[in-house]
């Protein structure tokens, strides 16, 4: 609220203060109702008011000093024609004595009698040169801003003469460049040219009121509400502002014709809209409905924002914009200094445009400011246009169309139509290409546009002259000449041909012969001639444009996958290609959250399922039930089984015991493994047919944390494990007496290390001061200046980066390196624009299966980071060791073998001890090795195969979990023997039902001749 003006609550609409509180509603509009100006009392008076008294049921109301003792009653009590003046401002006011009344100075000798005596008419006063300017007749005193505005307002034309060439303005003044007129600078950027040269509406307005046109036409000056209207103000088409920052938007020039242009900020705030879509309407419901730049000053439309044209001055709608690919834009954004390490910049300042061919640094002002300052590349105004128009292009006309005739004119305005007769019958049009423009085709018809290919239309639809006895001028019968279809009144104009209007309702020529055009259904629309009609067709340049403006959306099929992402069942038929995985579905079935290529990278999960692979779900389960029960059923056989008297004891071996508890140990780590797969299978069933719905809230979960984190634990418990077991083994081969004796608590000891380091080892990835290595992506809410809705590191830092410098920072050196603190940093520091976190996909997160990030596969950018390289590397040497280790075990105990001393069941003993390190080993070189190898090659820079990677995840990093107990716990030997004695059994018996049953045979044979003697004893 100023001190001159009152602004509306809803329509933004600036009214003069005398209006507040006048009994009327000044602030609504034609379609919005505004009363804010009747409920809202001005909070005070100024010193050029009166201040009418308040009461009950008189609010308080700020009138002008002059109305005060002017015969009307402007005050609802009536107050301010009681009470004269005594005295008056004596430097703009002059007092009439006997009325009271306080007029201004420049209304004494106006030869208008102000006061009831005339005494403002009796004779001049002594002006303040300060404030005045003198008359030299009359001796009027007018104020120094009233000279050289083309009145006469000293009635004798001086204070229209000799400037100020030799002249300078008051500290409060202004003076136009063309030096013809001091101005107040309250009148600057107030959208009137007060200087006659435009320069207080355009150099000195931070947000220019008006523009000049370009070419030969620099010296004329159209107000912005001319911009991209259906006349042409500047004859090179200049008046279409396009090129410089600030609110663009479609706005319609003629009927089949519009084009993106700017729209003046100060009409952002009104209820009147210019754009074609309403955009500019920025207030509704009394909420903000646009965008701002960084600036907080400039207003544009959302859909500006990474459009690939600057529209920001601050340059925040297209550089803070990540993964675009606006070639042009991006030009100009990566050639802004914002504080990196380069040579090139070394010469600019923050902020600052780089032309490296210029060799020119520019600030930002200068960039889209419709003036290129880098003359060898042009990169200041490379990126400030936006090319999109619909309908013909900026050409300049070459025929001039024939006036409407007088008969013309009066049937025109018998029938009333609603349309300005520019758009029936326009002075110009381009001759002979293609296109009808001039009321009766003369530009492509006529003999005198001379056209060696006219269109179809010139033939199909004649200009026929009509006597019209129902319309007569003066008794006498309307003589109309027009083209027109078969019906009488169906008249067909230059702008009616091909503009996808059926106006010729039944043959339908008028958009017959179209070759510009896609035929189909797009609707109706309200006729400029009538009512509504059909549009049976839209314009080529509407195709695979993003908008569907066919009722089928023919214009938007078969379009290229580049642009269009086609929803899958087809509601809506498509998605821009840039809102594809971006954290919105936009599709109903939500494909283009989930397309067909998201999960090519680690060849683990498929849209549907979190395991695609039916045989790796039915193995994971397989694995998970044999780590619990193997596991378990080690543990308590172990328990049942240890001798802790054994222990340090003089009489007794702990030989046995040790390595109990050492397996007893890795049957608790491999447990753990079984947890993690046991979990991973039960998610596997909930997420089944819906897996890509939930595949980042699942990754970046604490729950795949803690399965990674158990994955981890058990994985390097299980090695060092095996470590210690293969170093105890060697211990006992060539130590044999002094390996009889370890105290449980040395051993105590050792297996405490175990964990320890383990567990360090699996929540190390957890820790916030190492983010910046464990975590590759952070996934964020959908957010305007990105493509997808999962970060880079890279691309975090460098949005920091850029938005700090864009904001005017003086460095940006003080940013974290780290992934929470350059988080909250954003978040703290540029609320409104930072990216709304919702989780990271760290060291465990890198698929759905939640185990260490080892390797890299196809697609996949992010380096191996340190940890994964040390783990990898210890357990390669590790097995390394163990392998070691056991091939001295072997040989020491082959040795033995050949000693003939040693006794027979001593040996036996050895060769099974010696197969089940092979097996040990085998099982253990066949499961890291792979891993080691893969991992070596990706630290090499090489990625993996998804299938490959798919197999080290599911087979061989868990398996080991599930064979360990049956190969320590002799478990397939075992089997193998009982099932061995049990064949044997079984051979046995059948060899023995066979032998019985030949003895019975024997014994049946034997007896049947003597039965038959016997029988034919008893017939004799």
Known sequence: MSEKEFTCAKTKLCIERWKVMDGNDDCSSNTIRDTSDEQTMLPSCNDLEYACDVTENHPRRCIPRDWVMDGAQDCLAGDDERTPFSDCFNETEFLCPKQGRCIPRYRVMDKFEDCNDGADELGPLLCNSTLEFRCQVNGRCIPRSWRGNKLNDCFDWSDEGDLYSNESCQTHEFLCHNRKRCIPTSYLCDGIDHCGDCTDEIENCEEPRMFRCSGNETGKCINWEYSCDQYRDCSDFSDDITSITGFKCESKVTADYSRYCVIPQWTLESSYSSCNDNSDICYRNETFQCARCLNNKTVIAPRQICDGVVDCPDLTDECLCFQHQHKQTNQVCERVCYGFDSNECSQCGLGELLCPEDKVCLSKKKICDGVIDCPLSGLDEKACTDQRTTGTTSIAPDFRCPDIQTNERALLGILKLPVPLTMLAPREAIRCNGIVECGKFEDECSDEANCTDKPLVCKEIPLNETNLPNFNISSIPLKFTSRRCKQLLEVIFGWSVCNGILECLESG??????????????????????????????????????????????????????????????????????????????????????????????????????????????????????????????????????????????????????????????????????????????????????????????????????????????????????????????????????????????????????????????????????????????????????????????????????????????????????????????????????????????????????????????GDTSDINTLSSVVITFNFVAMVYIAACYTAVFKRTTKQRVDQSNSEAQQRRQRHTQRKITALILTDMCCWLPICIMTFLSMAGMSLEPAAYAASAVILLPINSSINPIIYTDVIPRLVKAFKAKCARVKYSQKKNRKRLKEVSQTSNQSAPNTKTAQASSVL
């Open 509 to 858: 020529l008028d958009e017959k012969y179209c070759p510009d055009r896609i035929k189909c259904d797009a609707g109706d629309i309200r006729w400029p001639l009538g009512d509504r009609r059909k549009l049976v067709s839209v314009s080529k340049d509407k195709e695979c444009n993003l908008v569907a403006d066919c009722l089928d959306d023919a214009d938007e099929k078969n379009c290229s996958t580049d642009t269009h992402f086609y929803c899958e069942n087809g509601k809506p038929l498509f998605v821009p290609r840039t809102k594809v995985v971006d954290g919105k579905p936009d599709c109903d079935d939500q494909s283009d959250e989930c397309p067909e290529s998201y999960f090519i990278q680690t060849g683990i999960s498929s849209r549907e399922e979190l395991i695609k692979l039916l045989a790796f779900r039915i193995l994971i389960w397989f694995m998970a039930l044999c780590a619990l029960v193997g596991n378990a059923l080690v543990a308590i056989w172990t328990i049942r089984s240890l001798d802790f008297k054994s222990f340090g004891s003089s009489g007794k071996s702990s030989v046995g015991n040790v390595n109990k508890l050492l397996i007893l140990n890795m049957s608790v780590s491999d447990f753990l493994m079984g947890i993690a797969l046991l979990i991973i299978v039960v998610e596997t069933v909930i997420f089944s047919g819906k897996y890509c719905l939930n595949d980042k809230s699942w990754r970046s979960g604490q729950t795949c944390q803690l399965i990674g984190i158990l994955v981890a634990l058990s994985s390097e418990t299980s090695v060092l494990i095996l470590v210690c077991l293969a170093s105890y083994r060697l211990y006992t081969i060539y130590w044999p007496y002094q390996s009889r004796f370890i105290r449980l608590r040395v051993l105590a000891i050792w297996l405490l290390l175990v964990w320890c380091t383990s567990l360090t080892v699996a929540v190390l990835p957890l820790a916030a001061s190492l983010s910046r290595d464990m975590i590759t992506g952070m996934w964020i809410e959908n957010n305007k200046f990105f493509l997808t809705d999962i970060l880079s590191f890279t691309d975090l830092k460098k949005f920091a980066q850029r938005i700090t410098i864009l904001k005017g920072a003086n460095s940006s050196e003080h940013l974290p390196n780290d992934w929470y603190g350059l988080a909250d940093y954003l978040t703290i520091t540029f609320p409104d624009e930072a990216p709304k976190v919702k989780g990271y996909f760290g060291y465990y997160g890198s698929s759905g299966l939640c185990i260490p990030r080892f390797y890299r596969t196809t």
